[in-house]
DNA sequence: AAGCTCAACAACCGCCGGGTT
DNA sequence: AAACCCGGCGGTTGTTGAGCT
């Protein structure tokens, strides 16, 4: 891996960012002009970690200031997220780490952040460039659609999946429209967990991001579901889904962090589960189609998916390391 | 040795939601 | 209610080094 702190800053630049204020027009982001660009040095590694020691995270427009870098706020919360915080874990992602995210990327799709959020010591950015380097390649590979995790359309080239809408100019369309804070509210993190029905049917019309958001809301609606103690009449969705009528407007409900990890953990677990007994039994592919998928798709509605051999190949239940224990 | 290509990953960008004033 | 600030997210880009020709 390289060492960005170690790296030679030939492209530094002096550079102000730019935010928008809401009615949309441009104001700078760092009041302060002429702000360093590029990779961190280690005297600015040095600086922001032993001010950050002394004064804690958080202001973080101002702290450039407060601790004496020529950096914008943003590029220090960055640097130091994604590379100095102490419980930053580095080093090669293990296979049972590789396993995780397979699963949690069917479950949630690019939620880097809620995938980081169940892999200690992983970034999402981290999790985000392994995805896109590594393991969406692998499933390529393996004629599995990393975006959807369901088999290739074999008129589908690969370069079509290459990355999800990378051009800028697409970015407006095929950007996942984020369903009420997807990251932080609808599914974890913040207390409110609240799904706002008008958004979900808004992301359910995105023709790109279908599987995605099928999977979250389906998820999400199941959970509120199971906090309510529905009874069994769940409603199913299907591939097609419609969007979420006014009935299902008032299931939707509140649920703490405690308990969508617990459902979360709940999902994972069963189909390692489920995959391991898959494996002790030799059975043929289609048994592969993990449990998770299986268990998910019975109470939620969903379609199955497809990359068990990967995932299964990685995963020894009998591993005391093995990451799904950390996951609590 | 020089030039080229590609993989890896750190860093940047634009946008958004929540909180505060 | 509106404006503003802040922190966070996901997508994308830029830089670097390794490998190949």
Redo the contacts with the bound molecule.
């Keep these: 891996?390289?060492n960005?702190a170690t790296?030679?800053?030939?492209?530094t630049k002096l550079?102000t960012?730019?935010?928008?204020?809401?009615?949309g027009a441009k104001t700078p982001c760092c009041i302060k002009v002429g702000l360093k660009?590029?990779?961190?040095t280690p005297e600015e590694d040095e600086l922001l970690a032993s001010y950050i020691k002394r004064e804690g995270e958080?202001?973080?427009?101002?702290l450039p200031k407060r601790a004496g870098l020529l950096r914008c706020?943003?590029?220090c919360?960055?640097?130091w997220m994604?590379?100095l915080r102490p419980s930053v874990k580095r080093g090669q992602i293990a296979p049972d780490e590789e396993d995780l995210i397979l699963r949690l990327h069917r479950l949630l799709g690019?939620?880097?952040?809620?995938i980081a959020g169940r892999i200690p010591g992983r970034t999402?950015?981290?999790i985000?460039?392994?995805w896109?380097?590594?393991l969406s390649k692998k499933l390529i590979n393996q004629g599995i659609d990393p975006r959807t995790h369901k088999p290739l359309n074999p008129q589908q080239s690969p370069s079509d999946l290459k990355?999800?809408?990378?051009?800028?100019a697409?970015?407006g369309a095929?950007?996942?429209p984020?369903p009420?804070?997807p990251?932080?509210?609808s599914l974890e993190?913040t207390s409110?967990g609240q799904i706002t029905t008008h958004k979900e049917n808004e992301y359910f019309q995105s023709n790109n991001t279908l599987h995605q958001y099928q999977t979250e809301a389906a998820i999400a609606h199941g959970f509120t579901s199971l906090l309510n103690c529905e009874d069994s009449g769940i409603e199913m969705r299907s591939n097609q889904d419609q969007g979420i009528s006014n009935e299902e407007d008032e299931d939707i409900n509140y649920c703490t962090d405690d308990v969508f990890s617990s459902f979360l953990n709940s999902l994972i677990n069963e189909e390692a589960f489920a995959n391991q007994n898959q494996m002790q039994q030799q059975t043929n592919v289609t048994a592969h189609a993990d449990a998770l998928v299986s268990v998910t798709a019975t109470t939620f509605g969903l379609v199955q998916g497809w990359e068990s051999p990967i995932m299964s190949s990685n995963f020894n239940q009998n591993d005391p390391n093995r990451v799904n224990d950390h996951v609590n």
């Design positions: 891996m390289r960005p790296a030679t800053t030939p492209a550079t960012t730019t935010t928008r204020n809401n009615s660009r590029g990779p961190w958080g202001r973080w427009r101002t706020g943003k590029s919360r960055l640097r994604n590379y690019n939620r880097w952040s809620l999402d950015n981290e985000k460039n392994y896109n380097t590594h990355a999800p809408s990378s051009s800028k697409n970015r095929a950007t996942i984020k009420n804070n990251s932080s509210s993190e409110s």
